[in-house]
């Protein structure tokens, strides 16, 4: 049982192009996220949602628009690809449990713009 | 925001040995987490602490809040600990990572 799962796991495409990347949660939790990892590996926060509401923009530009249908999917659509959008995208999603605040990763999806 | 701190950025070991990874931060956190990455790129939880001790088989992790610091200690390392170990803290439902500690265990 896939707990955070990204759609697709790899995907090639050319500068300019629209794409979006999918992200679904069965672990019933309310918030989830978007992250990029650059190729130093750096991970930083791109977005987040609660309950289908946006409570995290970082900057980001505005060619990345995140999209909650409800709150076990969150997706990131990017408009006009540049050759700076190579990375690869994490999907997260936060349990919380009394005191614990835990946050779970997607497999990632990797971007390679050409 | 808050900073993170790790070190060593690199670290590279024989099988069998230990070794201590540490993470600073800037100000006091609430939420804390070690991940490893893996060389197929999955980042995996492998401690959720903001305070205290925890063990996981080989693995385990001192958070001492007070002094803003962690410490991931990895006995008897072996091939498949290789990767890059993440710490992230932060408060609230916001993380902010670490630039990580790249490990290779070589047999």
């Known amino acids: 049982d896939t707990a955070v799962s990204q759609t697709p796991k790899y995907l090639v495409t050319q500068m300019g192009n629209d794409k979006s990347i999918k992200c679904e949660q069965n672990?019933?939790?309310?918030?989830m996220y978007w992250y990029k990892q650059d190729s130093k590996k750096f991970l930083k926060i791109m977005f987040s949602?609660?309950?289908?509401?946006?409570?995290i923009n970082e900057t980001v530009p505005n060619r990345f628009s995140p999209k909650s249908p409800d709150k076990a999917h969150l997706n990131l659509h990017i408009n006009s690809l540049e050759l700076g959008d190579s990375a690869v995208y994490f999907c997260?999603?936060?349990?919380?449990?009394?005191?614990?605040?835990?946050?779970?990763f997607g497999p990632g999806t990797r971007l390679t713009v050409l | 925001g808050i900073q993170v701190e790790q070190s060593p950025p690199d670290l590279i070991l024989q099988e069998g040995a230990n070794s201590t990874l540490r993470c600073n931060f800037s100000?006091?956190?609430?939420?804390l987490q070690w991940f490893h990455q893996n060389p197929w790129g999955q980042l995996i939880n492998l401690f959720y602490?903001?305070?205290g001790t925890k063990q996981n088989g080989r693995l385990s992790a001192t958070t001492v809040a007070t002094e803003r610091y962690s410490l991931l200690y990895i006995s008897s390392s072996q091939t498949t600990d290789s990767g890059v170990y993440f710490c992230?803290?932060?408060?609230?439902?916001?993380?902010?990572f670490g630039e990580g500690t790249q490990l290779t265990v070589n047999p």
């Open positions: 992230a803290g932060g408060s609230g439902s916001r993380l902010t």
């Open positions: 602490i903001p305070s």
């Open positions: 672990l019933g939790h309310d918030t």
């Open positions: 997260a999603s936060l349990g919380r449990e009394g005191l614990i605040n835990e946050q779970f």
């Open positions: 949602y609660n309950n289908k509401e946006l409570i």
């Open positions: 100000d006091s956190v609430n939420n």
